[in-house]
T-cell receptor
Framework: KNEVEQSPQNLTAQEGEFITINCSYS?????LHWLQQHPGGGIVSLFM???GKKKHGRLIATINIQEKHSSLHITASHPRDSAVYIC??????????FGPGTRLSVLP | DSGVTQTPKHLITATGQRVTLRCSPR?????VYWYQQSLDQGLQFLIQ???????AKGNILERFSAQQFPDLHSELNLSSLELGDSALYFC????????????FGDGTRLSIL
């Protein structure tokens, strides 16, 4: 069993739809990161969470420490949101463990 | 633009060789992180430096080494290269020692022939 799992693996949505990507982890963590990797390969850090909820524009990230689960929501999705979304956790040994990523395609 | 600069952008070399990848962090950031992204293993954390000192170590091979210099730029040295070392190598920087948002460079694509 991988330490960090994401679902779904692939997701196709129509422009305007509400999107949810889930991340589950099995280790104790000090923080969880959501990353966005564009088709060209560049990586952008979207959120870093240790508790609760954060919002930035159309993106919302939540984390439930007790359930070892985080979600990334995209409201009013747009084709420019098409990317791979990666969940990463930092464990208490300061190591980072990455999920396999969720490939999102938003169709116009 | 993240403010993190990685050079070179592309590197092609042969098995057995040694290469050095360079990273200049965003102005004011003290931490530098190195990551490897290969097709079969996804993203993996290699190592973190904070203000010149090693802070955390991940899945870094013994053939690989890194350092952070007084001007805070960092170098990742890869030696005795194998075909499996072909990957994208990303550098990221952050302001603090732990649990700060990271800013990623564009990566160095290393191809081993």
């Amino acid at each position: 069993k991988n330490e960090v799992e994401q679902s779904p693996q692939n997701l196709t949505a129509q422009e305007g739809e509400f999107i949810t990507i889930n991340c589950s982890y099995s280790v104790g963590i000090s923080a969880l990161h959501w990353l966005q990797q564009h088709p060209g390969g560049g990586i952008v850090s979207l959120f870093m969470l240790s508790s609760g909820k954060k919002k930035h524009g159309r993106l919302i990230a939540t984390i439930n420490i007790q359930e070892k689960h985080s979600s990334l929501h995209i409201t009013a999705s747009h084709p420019r949101d098409s990317a791979v979304y990666i969940c990463a956790v930092r464990d208490y040994g300061q190591n980072f463990v990455f999920g396999p990523g969720t490939r999102l395609s938003v169709l116009p | 633009d993240s403010g993190v600069t990685q050079t070179p952008k592309h590197l092609i070399t042969a098995t057995g060789q040694r290469v050095t990848l360079r990273c200049s962090p965003r102005s004011g950031d003290l931490s530098v992180y190195w990551y490897q992204q290969s097709l079969d293993q996804g993203l993996q954390f290699l190592i973190q430096y904070y203000n010149g000192e090693e802070r955390a170590k991940g899945n870094i091979l013994e053939r690989f080494s890194a350092q952070q210099f007084p001007d805070l730029h960092s170098e990742l040295n890869l030696s005795s290269l194998e075909l499996g070392d072909s990957a994208l190598y990303f550098c990221a920087s952050s302001s603090g020692a732990s649990n700060q948002p990271q800013h990623f460079g564009d990566g160095t694509r290393l191809s081993i022939l």
